[in-house]
């Protein structure tokens, strides 16, 4: 944990950072939070919304990636299918989904400003890839064994070996983000241990908030 935290950004809310890798127990620990009161951006819930029915990315994504959409939105799989193998047609998604995701989270913390809440949280899955950090005080990386991740993003459905390995392909390593973080959380210790973890991070960011 670093010893001083860097200058807020927004106003009189702590902004922390919420991410790591694929299947690292990332959403599990945004739970917890939620569950403690503390605002949570979800930005993989943006992202569904933009690509669901009636979102504000379909009429873009269908232009540029023609009988990708139906009634139902974005059709996920299809969609994906034409992106993870081609790195120009992903940056081309990137360039619709991206624009529209920061206006949210710029909502986001604009009402969390107004409503006064002491800490908000940025669940970002590509936090550091995007920069994202660069707004954050605080960065917390969710993190477990390889072969546990492994277990667990296999688990998923329609995962197969060869899309995880192509969903790792676009992510910092988990190393590379530990590094990069200013909390590490477990989440292979169980959910009990993690939650303690968390709380007391809590805890310590909120007496260095007060200093």
């Known amino acids: 944990m670093r010893t001083k935290l860097k200058p807020r950004h927004r106003g009189t809310n702590l902004v922390i950072g919420l991410t790591g890798s694929v299947a690292m127990g990332k959403s599990t620990v945004a739970g917890?939070?939620?569950?403690?009161g503390?605002?949570?951006?979800?930005a993989d819930r943006v992202v569904h919304a933009l690509l669901g029915p009636?979102?504000?990315?379909?009429?873009?994504?269908e232009a540029r990636f023609p009988g990708t959409v139906d009634r139902k939105g974005a059709n996920r799989k299809v969609l994906g299918a034409k992106v993870f193998a081609d790195r120009a047609a992903l940056k081309d998604l990137?360039?619709?989904?991206?624009?529209?995701v920061r206006e949210d989270r710029e909502r986001f913390l604009q009402r969390a400003g107004l409503a006064r809440y002491p800490i908000v949280v940025l669940d970002v899955?590509?936090?550091f890839e995007g920069k994202i950090d660069a707004i954050c005080d605080f960065v917390i990386v969710i993190s477990a064994p390889s072969f546990l991740q492994r277990q667990r993003a296999l688990a998923r459905p329609?995962?197969?070996?060869?899309?995880l390995q192509s969903i790792l392909s676009l992510q910092w390593s988990d190393v590379r983000k530990r590094a990069a973080a200013d909390v590490v959380l477990p989440s292979g210790l169980g959910k009990r241990?993690?939650?303690r973890?968390?709380?007391?991070?809590?805890?310590?960011l909120k007496i260095r908030r007060r200093n």
Do not use: N, S, Y
Request: glycine share 4%; no cysteine.
């Open 32 to 36: 917890f939070l939620k569950h403690l």
């Open 38 to 42: 503390i605002p949570v951006f979800d």
């Open 54 to 61: 009636k979102g504000k990315a379909l009429q873009a994504v």
């Open 94 to 100: 990137e360039a619709i989904i991206h624009p529209l």
């Open 125 to 127: 899955p590509l936090l």
């Open 158 to 163: 329609g995962m197969t070996p060869a899309r």
């Open 193 to 195: 241990e993690t939650l």
């Open 197 to 204: 973890r968390l709380t007391q991070t809590l805890r310590l």
